[in-house]
Nanobody
Framework: QVQLVESGGGLVQPGGSLRLSCTSPTSTLSIYHVGWFRQAPGKERIFVSA????????YYADSVKGRFTISRDNAKNTAYLQMNNLKPEDTAIYYC?????????????????WGQGTQVTVSS
């Protein structure tokens, strides 16, 4: 069982920035591809971004391209989601997740372990 822990969420004004972190106290993340999903109240969990196990490729939802950047530091066993120019519609719980295979990056069913999530609220 892989335990994932997210941090870095909070309340930020529109146009502001946050950096989310995802780490595992129980497992080595370097063997997994890492994804970020988000879920707003009353809505489905949707894909935000993903990064291959070695950081060689990254993937983004159209709604966050140019504003969000995913990265990882395998030496620190941590993945990140840098979120800039945040908008009210980015408000959601953000989940870190991992998978072993590649492809269909936006399909949550392809991911095997999930964190508890961290709340991001964008509001003035």
């Amino acid at each position: 069982q892989v335990q994932l822990v997210e941090s870095g969420g909070g309340l930020v004004q529109p146009g502001g920035s946050l950096r989310l972190s995802c780490t595992s106290p129980t497992s080595t993340l370097s063997i997994y591809h890492v994804g970020w999903f988000r879920q707003a109240p009353g809505k489905e969990r949707i894909f935000v971004s993903a990064i291959r196990y070695n950081g060689a490729d990254t993937y983004y939802a159209d709604s966050v391209k140019g504003r969000f950047t995913i990265s990882r530091d395998n030496a620190k066993n941590t993945a990140y989601l840098q979120m800039n120019n945040l908008k009210p519609e980015d408000t959601a719980i953000y989940y870190c997740t991992v998978r072993e295979d590649s492809g269909s990056w936006g399909d949550p069913n392809q991911y095997i372990y999930w964190g508890q999530g961290t709340q991001v609220t964008v509001s003035s």
